[in-house]
């Protein structure tokens, strides 16, 4: 495999196409190389402490234990993955609560079309470490529990349908949740040193309730070509679903996941590596290594994101606890940093319908606690 290939594409929140036939696959021979952020160099931090690119501002949305501004609704802690969905003129923000002993979830927080907040209220409680997750292209949101023989919830942004468990979707250490509407799959990561690649077949497209749920087999690291096979057990009731089938491609700590360009989009933490699969050819490559790179200015990635400009957005578990962009262009530079929260992470990024407000958490804020994480909102020139 071709390791320094970057795997381009145009890329819109929500799995839509950016860019079409022949000029999205002119894109995908482009190898990136760090260099200049399109937004320019980041200026010093803000009031806020993020240190944003010329013309771009942020404001604190939600901080973990304290009712979100205008609502009575109090705000989870260790805020995770987050993704938006339309509501009328405005839009919703909903974002996972990756806490343990069955103190988890995920909340959300209703704005009108000025971008003010109206309502805040809670999606799913009674689970444990809900991480990544992911949206349906039905507007709904994909709960995923980070615990072994962790489930699959399907929840309701807009609070009206209770939320359901997707058993059919495999136990395991869930991580990410990334759905490919024209194939009609959910692509799954696993946070374990030694985690699959799985995708989820439904019967239905648009129904979770059953479906056949294959992992990813390849036999070598060199491997360039996936093929997939039947999970015998999805439910795990002898032995984990990455230990039932010979022969699968192992993944060192599965992270975010993002279906853009007919391209799945993922992260593992323990080699600092984006991947990129192909659904049409079944071809997998990287899209970024840092370990190619002299002084990468992408490392601890995490949460990613693809925006209409046809960039990638990464986040930052440690590194210098920023958001990079993986630009059109091909380069990798910041697009904002947080400052003096060295013992956070940077989860749940996600742009409303509109592309111009990116939405962000720190997971554990200024204190390293997960009752200390701060939910952001940025404003500014995205470019279309």
Known sequence: M??????RAGVVAGGALALGGAAWKEALAAPATPGASPYGPLQPADANGIALPAGFTSRVIARSGQAVAGTGYVWHGAPDGGACYPDGSGWIYVSNAELGSNAGGASAVRFDAAG???AAYRILGGTSYNCAGGATPWNTWLSCEEIS???VFETDPYGTNAPVRRDAMGRFSHEAAACDPVHQMVYLTEDENDGCL??????V??????????VAIGTSETATTLTWVNVPDPLATKKNTRKQVRGVKRFSGGEGACFAGGIVYFTTKGDNRVWAYDTATSKIDLSYD???ISNPPLTGVDNIMGAGSGDLYVAEDGGNLEI??????????PFL?????????ITGPAFNPAGNRLYFSSQRGTTGSSSGGITYEVTGPFRA
């Open 2 to 7: 071709e390791r320094r290939s970057l795997l």
């Open 116 to 118: 003010a907040v109206t």
């Open 149 to 151: 023989k962790g489930y």
């Open 198 to 203: 799985y995708r989820f077949v439904p019967a």
């Open 205 to 214: 497209w648009g129904d979770l309730s059953a479906g056949v749920l294959q």
């Open 290 to 292: 840092d370990s190619l």
């Open 324 to 333: 990079c962009i993986i630009a059109r262009e091909g380069t990798v530079a």
């Open 337 to 345: 940093r947080v400052d003096g929260q060295s013992s956070s992470e």
